[in-house]
């Protein structure tokens, strides 16, 4: 759709119709107020595409708006009558196109208006026995009329039991006549019924299809309701169903699902075969979902003042499907009142939260929705009614049990996702196809189905798929960055279609890139290229060993990126080199007060040993100064007792917390955990810090066990990765920042409960054992030992005194006789 279409539309969509149809009705009638021509429309005419189509009918032929006379669209009539009621002089009433007439209400046939009797009379014929230009009262079975003085009944209705009677033995007069009566209520109708089954009794078994009149398929089933079993029920000719038939379509009587694909047509605007039920005043073709949300029909809904699609009129104006009226019901599964339906299942209410709810069955055990029980033992729907005639199924796979035959949300899922993975020319790539199967899967679908339907998530997807024919890791790099696209990247890895590969490293060294990118040729690019992948990043993957990097090391290479470039940076500015530079250079950089002076301070050390920058320049080296306060103890052990006794608090959450309060754990160390490290034994838990493991006491190790047991992410592709606490990103663990926020949200402060605890411990352990329990470097505890006051100098000696003590030979003192 081009640009110039789409603004024409949305101007038409802002201009309303009522207006339009207004101004037409006031060129012709000038003394009734506009506003009240307004109302009065309003009030008769409520439907835009009503209002629409009256507007452009009018405007073409406003005629019938001076004379009163039809033919025209029915509404006019009614606005035409309405108006005049109101007060109009300049309209014209409404006529009847017989008598000529005006009548008081009017009588309406196709475009037709006028009183009852000229509209809806009888028409006028030659009655077979008398010969006059009379009112038709009756025919006989063969169609002849006759007038009301000579009509004559034959009484078809004994002849028709004697036919029923031998084809149906098993039913008796009195049931037929009973079933024709029900078929029709006007006695002509039922001597036409009776004349069409004496003259073709086959219509009663099997070819009631090209039955000629529908009140022969009523009587077919009056037939079989009174217990004619010899009578058959017609099926559709074209689906071979037992679906109710509707109009013939040729010769013969199809159902309406066949009828409907007959005449589809193709939708002028989203371009698929579907049944045609409006046309624009271009005659161009509209399916029913199409032309509700054209944007021509949308209204401003009375609730919330949103322009939608209506759903339903109230005495405020119209509603959207969120703000239509609907009763209040307390919910039979979860307890709440609010909007609902009465289930079929159950027949107790069920709101709309609850509807669409996936389940795990408390009976089963299998995923589905939720159909009955509660929340907290919710059924699914085979054990709330295991009886399978009583729903039907899925009509693509036949599996699920539901209460329609519309595709079931496992199917919906499917087809939503072959939509958009399909290329132009239709073919699925195969990395999207195994993330398909992978996602059709999934434990909720209906989590899926709402991931898929984001506009960032369909625009990323449909921009990879039709610009690039095979699906890898460089033409994901092609596409602008996004945490769409970053999450899309991931769950491809977790299923298999694409290798693993640290991301956090890539984005590093595209950064690096885009920053020597920007430098011109010489010797500054030269340097910070030496500086960071040649020293920092080599140094940083033989650490590493293929493991993926950690964020605090991804931030401590970037900010040693953004000192040195800061530097060099202002060192142009100044028409200076690096390899120019003075002391007075650097002292003057540094007063500025610049971002990361203590990395900026190490390149300048680096550069002068590599011979970049003049030796005997110096630059200050930031050293940590060792702990630092407050330690609160009474605060530690009030948080770590609400955390161990609080059950609102969600497991990984208390673990995590308790790690920080009585393990001195970071959470740049605690969000990579493994489940290797914690090893569950006889009667105790162990859990591998450093080193040397650390038996964890009751009951944070029943929470330990909880958590490796239940450990669960909100990802939409469940992977059996080995992290302790697993992040959102497929196969990755929490982030570091998103679990500091949960600790604070539980009411733990990292750093400060950290510092607390580690003084608490130095005091207690020698430094060798800290460090191998924690995890942390030795000197690092050393200094916390200093800090603490733990006099663990002399622990060694007293050690090696105490065992050389016990060592010694006894000296027997007693005196040989």
């Not at 006028?114 to 230009?133: D, H, M, N």
């Not at 005639?389 to 199917?411: S, Y």
Request: proline share 6%.
């Amino acid at each position: 759709m081009t640009t110039a279409a789409t603004h024409d539309e949305t101007a038409e969509a802002e201009r309303e119709p009522l207006d339009a149809l207004v101004d037409v009705l006031c060129q012709v009638e000038t003394s009734l107020d506009r506003g009240v021509v307004r109302a009065v429309t309003a009030d008769v005419v409520r439907q835009r595409a009503r209002q629409r189509r009256l507007a452009t009918e009018l405007a073409e032929a406003p005629d019938v708006l001076r004379t009163g006379k039809s033919p025209a669209a029915i509404m006019v009539g009614k606005l035409l009558l309405a108006l005049k009621r109101a007060g109009a002089e300049q309209l014209a009433a409404p006529v009847c196109g017989g008598c000529g007439r005006e009548p008081r209400t009017l009588t309406f046939a196709r475009r037709t208006w006028g009183c009852s009797r000229c509209v809806s009379s009888p028409s006028l014929a030659a009655c077979t026995e008398c010969e006059q230009e009379r009112d038709v009262h009756a025919r006989d079975r063969d169609g002849r009329p006759f007038c009301r003085a000579c009509f004559v009944d034959d009484d078809v209705t004994t002849l028709l039991a004697e036919v029923v009677i031998g084809i149906a033995p098993e039913v008796t007069a009195e049931a037929v006549h009973g079933a024709l009566e029900r078929a029709h209520q006007r006695p002509v109708g039922r001597r036409q019924i009776a004349a069409h089954v004496l003259e073709r009794p086959e219509l009663l078994t099997g070819e009631g299809a090209s039955a000629p009149i529908p009140g022969i398929l009523r009587f077919i089933k009056e037939l079989r309701a009174a217990g004619a079993t010899s009578v058959i029920v017609p099926l559709c000719p074209s689906c071979g169903r037992a679906n109710p038939l509707g109009p013939p379509l040729g010769a013969v009587r199809v159902c309406g699902n066949c009828a409907a694909k007959v005449r589809a047509s193709i939708c002028s605007r989203c371009g698929k075969q579907k049944p045609i039920n409006h046309r624009d005043e271009n005659g161009d073709p509209f399916c029913q979902p199409c032309w509700a949300s054209d944007p021509r029909n949308l209204e401003v809904c009375a609730g919330c003042g949103n322009r939608r699609r209506v759903y339903g009129r109230t005495a405020a104006g119209p509603v959207c499907l969120q703000c239509r009226p609907r009763p209040e019901r307390v919910c039979a599964i979860c307890g709440r009142t609010g909007r609902g339906t009465i289930s079929r299942a159950t027949g107790r209410p069920l709101c709309d939260l609850c509807k669409g709810h996936w389940i795990v069955c408390s009976a089963c055990g299998d995923g589905g929705l939720v159909r009955g029980g509660t929340l907290k033992e919710p059924l699914c729907a085979r054990c709330v009614n295991p009886d399978p005639d009583f729903w039907k199924r899925c009509r693509i796979c036949n599996t699920t049990w539901q209460l329609m035959t519309a595709p079931c949300t496992r199917c919906s899922l499917d087809a939503r996702l072959r939509k958009v993975f399909a290329a132009d020319d239709g073919t699925i790539a195969p990395e999207l196809h195994r993330l398909r199967e992978r996602l059709v899967q999934v434990d909720r679908p209906i989590y899926a189905i709402t991931w898929l339907q984001k506009k960032n998530v369909q625009s990323t997807i449909t921009a990879l798929v039709h610009e690039h024919f095979q699906i890898s890791h460089a033409a994901l790099d092609a596409m602008p960055p996004s945490k769409t696209l970053d999450h899309f990247r991931s769950m491809l890895v977790s299923v298999g279609a694409l290798e693993f590969r640290d991301e956090g490293l890539v984005r590093l060294e595209r950064e690096v890139k885009e920053t020597l990118d920007g430098y011109a040729p010489g010797e500054h690019p030269r340097a910070l290229r030496g500086f960071i992948p040649w020293h920092l990043m080599r140094r940083l993957r033989g650490r590493l060993k293929d493991k993926p990097a950690s964020a605090q090391q991804i931030l401590n290479v970037r900010t040693h990126l953004v000192g040195a470039d800061g530097l060099l940076r202002w060192l142009e500015g100044r028409g200076k080199s690096l390899s120019g530079c003075t002391q007075a250079d650097i002292e003057s950089y540094l007063s500025t007060k610049p971002a990361h002076p203590k990395k900026c301070s190490a390149f300048v050390r680096w550069a002068v040993r590599r011979k970049y920058a003049p030796a005997g320049i110096k630059a200050p080296a930031i050293r940590w100064t060792g702990p630092a306060g407050p330690h609160d103890q009474d605060e530690r052990w009030a948080v770590a007792r609400r955390l161990l006794n609080d059950e609102s608090v969600a497991t990984a959450d208390r673990v995590a917390g308790l790690l920080v309060l009585l393990y001195a754990q970071t959470a740049s160390s605690i969000h990579r955990l493994t489940t290797d490290r914690v090893t569950p034994a006889d009667d105790h838990v162990l859990l591998h810090l450093g080193d040397q493991p650390i038996q964890l006491p009751a009951p944070l190790d029943r929470f330990m066990l909880d958590l490796v047991a239940s450990r669960g992410t909100d990802t939409l592709i469940r992977h059996e990765g080995d992290w302790l606490f697993p992040g959102r990103s497929v196969g990755r663990p929490i982030h570091e920042s998103q679990l500091l926020r949960r600790l604070r949200r539980a009411g733990v402060k990292s750093r400060q409960g950290r510092s607390t605890a580690l003084f608490a411990l130095a005091q207690e352990l020698p430094a060798g054992q800290l460090a191998k329990m924690l995890g942390v470097h030795v000197g690092v505890a050393v200094t916390w030992q200093r800090a603490s006051g733990g006099d663990w100098m002399t622990y060694a000696a007293a050690v090696a005194a105490r065992s050389a003590t016990r060592a010694r030979p006894e000296v027997d003192n007693t005196t040989e006789t």
